[in-house]
Structures are given as structure tokens and as C-alpha cells.
């Protein structure tokens, strides 16, 4: 009887053709998540606030991803969950030091050139009286927004940005920014314009211009609406604030005092060793504070806004702050982070801020165009290779198999 061979011709050239199928699918970036990756892919990605001890860094997504950064080892925390916009502070890095940092969103890892910068030197000048930019994002429905990405730019700085909590509220503070050479602390010494864009997390972005003498506070920032309402409240009150109205009710009208304590956060983790803490609080009122079982009086200003900063450093650790008016109490415990941060923040040259915008008919409204390609580099082998070089060699020893027989 004779025997069956396998057709060694044919095993030759299913396995040439296997071998080919196989470079050429493994010249691509095609993997198990690729389609999840595509709409994960950053956008708009900016490096803001550089101090000599730390950065942040924010980017957009077409679709709520999860992400994280790595630099030197360390993985930070995204600042939202899982969402379309996405902001890390990174903290303890060393002055006039290059870095050099990669990102994972939806599973992909990105390494792009310009996901680098250099720390700035510590300045030898102290750090400028308190100079603070603050105010509120809402929806057309007067709602806040959380998570939302504020980019400030102002003629002489480096951009600056934040990102808005639970309450919409967001703060920068200018004294402790850097000029745009970098050489020293940006210090304005007269009113001039500003460009705040702001990023919404369902992808509208708004654009409005205002004057730095307008920046305590900002008026609320209304999503879609490149400008501001015409009549609005010189702040909104917190979640903490109350209304006292025990005030005389001759008159014509019975005004409305609201107490609020904005900043710092319940458990918010600072990293500046002299924060800035405001609030709002009835006009030309004495305010006290307790820090730390230490008492300090603030006045409260004619547009009812008052702001304070320890003259002296914080200790890193948990602090305790009470605000009091009239035996009504807002109490906050917050913890100071990091000697490296007593800064706020600005942008590397490479980051210059330059949104994309969808061309709208209607010239107050204007939204982020959401990118469907990109040429960021990818990491993650791709699984049809593995499959084909382990069908390959399986097929070469059976062919080498019948061969010798």
C-alpha cells in the first residue's frame, strides 16, 4: 500500500504565503482595542502650568476614555474617572530638569515628540502679592459644569489653565506664574486683555475675551455663549454657602447675603505651600478665619468678594480652616502636598495653544472639531501576527515531517 504524503509543494507555498500575509499585518497598528483606541486618541493636548517642581498637562477625547501619564516610573491619576476631557497634575519633579512622559488612553500608549519639557529654574525674587483669576462654568440651564478645561492666555505669561469641580468652580492664580521668557514670576503691572477658552466635556468649546481687572471673580462662563450674560451675580455661592435674612426689611428691597468659602475644596490636596483662599461674603464685612486654631480678620470688598494668603509657609501635612460670620460657620480640611509646588502654572513653547475650530454659521458658538485620524505612534503588538508565525511554524514542521518520510 502506498503511503499518503503531504503535498510538500503546496505546504511550501501556503507557507510563503502565510509568511508574506504576516509582514505585511504586522506593519500595522490594528489590535483587539483599535477601534476603542480610535476615538481614545488625545486631542487638543497641552502642557500647562511648568513651575521648577511640576506640570499639568490636558488633553480631549471623541469618547469618554480611561487614561493615565507616566513619567520617570510614576503613574498619575487622570483628574476625571472616565470621561472626554482629561487633566493630570504632576508633581516632585526637580528644577531646570528634562522630562520626558508617555500617556495610555483606551489602552494605547502614546509617545509623541512633544511630550517633553524642561523645568524652570526657582526664581530669587519672592513670589508677587496674591493675584487671582476665578469664577464659575454653567450650562444654558445655569447648572455647573464639572470637568471642564479652562485655558487662560494673557500678554506677557505663559498660558495658564485649571479644571473645574463638582460646583464649576475653577482658579488661577497669576502671582505665581512665570513671564513668558520663563526667567522670572509673571507680575502684571497694568489691565490688559485675556483669552479664556474653555473645553465643555460634551465637546463644545467656548471662546471669550475679557479684561484682567475682570478676573475677581470672572463672570460665569455659560458653555456655547462666547460672552458674558449681561446681568449676572459677581459669584454664585457654594455648596457650603447659606442666606442670612436677618438684614432690616425697610426699604424697598431685602438684599441677600451670601457666605461662600470657594476655595480650598473639602479634602482638596493643594500644592503650594501659600494658598490662595476666597470666598464671597456680604460687602464691607469683617470675616475671621481660623487656621490651624490661628485667627486672622478678613475684609470683605464693595463687590462682596474677599481673598487671603498665609504670609507664612504651610506645613506639608492636613490643615483645618474655619470661616466665621455672624456664629455661621464653613469649615474645610484640605492638605498641603508638596514643598516642590508652591507655584501655579504655564506652558512649554511646544504646547502653544492653538484649538481646532468647527466652522458654525452662527459666530458665538463654536465647538471642538473632533479628530478621526491621527498620527500618534501606538505600542501594543498586534495579536494576527502572533497567530500567523505560530501557524507558520506549526506548518513547516509538518511539512519537514512528511518530507523525510
Known sequence: MKDKHFPTILGVILLLIILVAGVYLSTKTTTLSSKASGSC??????????TYGSFDFSFT?????????????????????VATTHYFKVTNLSPNTSYRFSL????????????????????????????????RILNSGGNPISG???????????????FSNKDGNW??????????????????????????????????????????DNNDPV??????????????PTSAPSSSSFTNNSLPSSGPTVALINLSLTSPGEGEAISTLKPDIFGQGPANTTLQLNLDNKSVNVIVGNDGVWHWSPQENLS??????????????????FSVT?????????????????????????????????????????????????????????LFSVSLYYYRQ
Open 41 to 50: 486618541q488625545p486631542i487638543n493636548s497641552q502642557i500647562t502650568n511648568l
Open 171 to 212: 482658579n488661577i492664580s497669576f502671582s505665581t506664574s512665570f513671564n513668558e521668557n520663563k526667567t522670572d514670576w509673571f507680575n502684571p503691572t497694568t489691565v490688559i486683555d485675556e483669552e479664556l477658552i474653555v473645553y465643555s466635556p460634551d465637546g463644545t468649546l467656548t471662546q471669550i475675551t475679557n479684561r484682567s
Open 104 to 135: 495610555i488612553s483606551g489602552n494605547t500608549t502614546y509617545s509623541r515628540p512633544e511630550y517633553n519639557l524642561t523645568t524652570t529654574s526657582q526664581p530669587n525674587t519672592p513670589i508677587p502679592a496674591s493675584n487671582l483669576a476665578w469664577g
Open 316 to 333: 506639608l501635612g492636613f490643615h483645618k480652616l474655619i470661616l466665621t460670620y455672624q456664629n455661621k460657620n464653613i469649615t474645610r480640611n
Open 338 to 394: 508638596t514643598a516642590n509646588n508652591n507655584l501655579s502654572f504655564t506652558s512649554t513653547p511646544s504646547a502653544t495653544l492653538a484649538p481646532t475650530l468647527e466652522p458654525t454659521a452662527v459666530p458665538t458658538v463654536r465647538t471642538a472639531k473632533i479628530s478621526t485620524t491621527s498620527a500618534l505612534p501606538k505600542s501594543g503588538a498586534t495579536i494576527p501576527t502572533y497567530f500567523l508565525i505560530i501557524l507558520s511554524a506549526l
Open 219 to 232: 463672570p460665569d462662563i455659560i458653555v456655547g455663549q462666547n460672552y458674558f450674560p449681561v446681568t449676572t
Open 148 to 162: 471642564a478645561i479652562v485655558y487662560l492666555t494673557i500678554s506677557g505669561s505663559q498660558a495658564l489653565s485649571a
Open 61 to 81: 477625547t471623541a469618547s469618554s476614555c480611561l487614561a493615565t501619564l507616566t513619567i520617570n516610573n510614576k503613574i498619575y491619576q487622570d483628574s476625571s474617572t
